[in-house]
T-cell receptor, first 111, second 113 residues
Framework: TQLLEQSPQFLSIQEGENLTVYCNSS?????LQWYRQEPGEGPVLLVT?????EVKKLKRLTFQFGDARKDSSLHITAAQPGDTGLYLC???????????FGSGTRLSIRP | NAGVMQNPRHLVRRRGQEARLRCSPM?????VYWYRQLPEEGLKFMVY????????ESGMPKERFSAEFPKEGPSILRIQQVVRGDSAAYFC???????????FGPGTRLTVT
C-alpha cells in the first residue's frame, strides 16, 4: 500500500520566519501535488512536480521533488498570516486508479 | 469558467434518513472523485468515477454508500440510513484526465443528529 507521510503535523511560527514541511514515502510516485486548504473550504492546487530533482517556485513558496521521486518538500520564505492553512501533498497510485493524500501539515502564522 | 460545484453546502439528517450529495464537475472534466474529511484530519479517498463508470471504489464502505456519475447531470454520493459516524465533510474533485491534477469543490458538511 502506498502511503504519504507529512511532517510536522502542526507548525506554529512567527510572521517573517522561514519554514519547511515534508512529504515522504517509501514508494516512487510519478508525480506529486501540493494543495492548501483553508477552514471551511476545499483544497486548492498549488503545484505539481513531475521530474526527480525538480524545483518549482511560486512567489515565496519553493517546492522540491526528491531525486528518487519518493519525497517532496515545501519551503516558505518570510511567512505571512495569509499562509495559514492545511498543506496537503498527494500523488497518483502506481495503478493510476486514484490519488492518495498525506494527512497534512497544519500551519499557523502568528502576526 | 465555473469551478466544481457541490450542493448542498450543509446538510442535516437524523439517524436512519438518507443523504444525497451532489457534485457538478468543471466544464470539460469527465473524471470525478469523492473524498471524506473528518475534523483535523486529511482527505480519505472514497470513489473515482468517469462518466457512467465506477473506476475505483476501494474507499467506499461496502454497505449504505453508493455513488454514480450519469451521462447527464451531476455526480451523486448517496448515503442510506445515516449514522452519527457519517458526520463529516465530503469533498468532490474533478479532473480532465485520469488521476490528473484535481480541482475541488467547496464540500458538503453532513451532520447526523
Amino acid at each position: 500500500t502506498q502511503l504519504l507521510e507529512q511532517s510536522p503535523q502542526f507548525l506554529s511560527i512567527q510572521e517573517g520566519e522561514n519554514l519547511t514541511v515534508y512529504c515522504n514515502s517509501s514508494s516512487v510516485f510519478s508525480s506529486l501535488q501540493w494543495y492548501r486548504q483553508e477552514p471551511g473550504e476545499g483544497p486548492v492546487l498549488l503545484v505539481t512536480v513531475v521530474t526527480g530533482g525538480e524545483v518549482k517556485k511560486l512567489k515565496r513558496l519553493t517546492f522540491q521533488f526528491g531525486d528518487a521521486r519518493k519525497d517532496s518538500s515545501l519551503h516558505i520564505t518570510a511567512a505571512q498570516p495569509g499562509d495559514t492553512g492545511l498543506y496537503l501533498c498527494a500523488g497518483p497510485t502506481s495503478s493510476a486508479s486514484k490519488i492518495i493524500f498525506g494527512s497534512g501539515t497544519r500551519l499557523s502564522i502568528r502576526p | 469558467n465555473a469551478g466544481v460545484m457541490q450542493n448542498p453546502r450543509h446538510l442535516v439528517r437524523r439517524r436512519g434518513q438518507e443523504a444525497r450529495l451532489r457534485c457538478s464537475p468543471m466544464k470539460g472534466h469527465s473524471h470525478v472523485y469523492w473524498y471524506r474529511q473528518l475534523p483535523e484530519e486529511g482527505l480519505k479517498f472514497m470513489v473515482y468515477l468517469q462518466k457512467e463508470n465506477i473506476i475505483d471504489e476501494s474507499g467506499m464502505p461496502k454497505e449504505r454508500f453508493s455513488a454514480e456519475f450519469p451521462k447527464e447531470g451531476p455526480s451523486i454520493l448517496r448515503i442510506q440510513q445515516v449514522v452519527r459516524g457519517d458526520s463529516a465533510a465530503y469533498f468532490c474533485a474533478s479532473s480532465p484526465d485520469r488521476v490528473n491534477e484535481q480541482y475541488f469543490g467547496p464540500g458538503t458538511r453532513l451532520t447526523v443528529t
